[in-house]
């Protein structure tokens, strides 16, 4: 890994690395019926006030406006798809590569706004629909083992966070940021809703995001945007750099076997409800475990069996997380597992 690179200890994955960004804003005309445009945004559901007259701006200069107080982000190319001043989506596919290839920083982030495929989330320019498999074709071609940051506010862009999510359960990765690390695939997807939805204009760049010390933070899985007006959308943050082993050191990862370790499981929840607390006695003296149970419903049978009876060793049933001395494991213990597995 870089030594540009570190991993941030209480977020777990990796921050304070340069990138170069990309803005793409596709509002063109297409007679596709399968092209969904976002919904208008209405000026009194601007709820944020950091940006001045956010309700006067356009979404380009929002976005620009947003990047521009990240220090560790520089935006360098901005392509703007217009009715009747429409790029075709080679020409788009071309600026997409010779960014990348021009790109010297540990990091890129692409943002794209504008019009999404039905279903399928998929950008949309003259021409054709630029997917979710052709954009990852162009990182591993151009930019593996750098980190790569797709910012999509269109309709349906969760499903591109979810066909990450396949992708790299189909690569059998573990999930955890040292192995996606290992395979040279350092993505992070911030989606403005889910994969059914169809969000509003401007409402992800205003209020989807914000500015901390560590730079420019997006809301992600979990969180609701809503507008007071009977409108939500619901973003998806997927980020394969973030660490899920509680161990910073890789060669110390727990992450071993895929099947123990899914994307898809620790995105819906899955992994995080096999992590069991257990306090207990270790040579008469108290202590307790931060245990992963094996992703197998015998062994979880069995598990709570022993338990029951007061006398179990959780490394026979699982991977211990994490372990120590005395009744309750200290916070920083707490907020790290909860990074961890989320």
């Known amino acids: 890994m870089s030594q540009d690179y570190k991993f941030d200890s209480k977020y777990g994955g990796i921050s304070g690395y ?7 804003a596709s ?25 001045p007259h956010a309700h006067a701006r356009d979404d380009v200069s ?10 560790h982000r520089t935006v360098t190319t901005v392509l703007v798809d ?28 692409i943002w794209y706004m504008g019009h999404g495929q039905d279903g399928s989330g998929d950008w949309c320019f003259r021409g054709g629909f630029l997917t979710f498999r052709e954009l990852l074709s162009i990182y591993i071609k151009l930019f593996r083992g750098k980190i790569l940051t797709l910012v999509i506010d269109s309709p349906c862009s969760g499903q591109w966070a979810y066909a990450l999510i396949e992708e790299l359960d189909r690569l059998e990765v573990p999930a955890c940021g040292h192995k996606a690390i290992q395979r040279g695939i350092l993505v992070k997807i911030f989606a403005s809703c889910q994969r059914h939805e169809i969000p509003r204009e401007r409402f992800y760049s205003v209020d989807g995001c914000m500015i901390e010390d560590r730079g420019l933070v997006f809301f ?6 809503s ?34 370790w899914k994307w898809k ?7 995080s409800s096999r992590v069991y607390l257990v306090r207990g006695t270790d040579c008469g003296r108290p202590a307790w475990h931060y245990v ?16 029951a009876k007061g006398t179990v060793d959780v490394a026979d049933f699982g991977i211990v997380l994490a372990s120590g001395w005395g009744d309750d494991p200290p916070e920083d213990v707490k907020q790290q597992l909860r990074i961890s597995i989320r």
């Open 18 to 24: 340069d990138q170069d960004c990309m803005i793409i």
């Open 82 to 109: 217009e009715p009747e001043n429409e790029r075709d989506k080679n020409r788009y596919v071309e600026e997409i590569e010779l960014f990348l290839e021009r790109c010297e920083k540990p990091g890129a982030t």
């Open 292 to 307: 992963l149970l094996r992703a197998d419903p015998d062994n979880a049978k069995e598990f709570h069996t022993r338990i």
């Open 265 to 271: 499981d620790k995105i819906s929840g899955e992994t």
């Open 220 to 225: 992600g899985l979990g969180s609701t945007l």
């Open 27 to 51: 509002f063109g005309n297409h007679a596709d019926p399968s092209v969904h445009r976002r919904r208008k945004f209405e000026d009194e559901d601007v709820k944020n006030n950091e940006i």
């Open 227 to 260: 507008s007071g007006n009977d409108w939500e959308q619901h973003p998806v943050h997927v980020n394969t750099t973030r660490l899920s082993c509680m161990r910073k050191d890789t060669a110390k990862c727990r992450a071993v076997k895929h099947q123990e």
């Open 62 to 71: 929002i976005v620009k406006y947003r990047l521009s107080r990240d220090s």
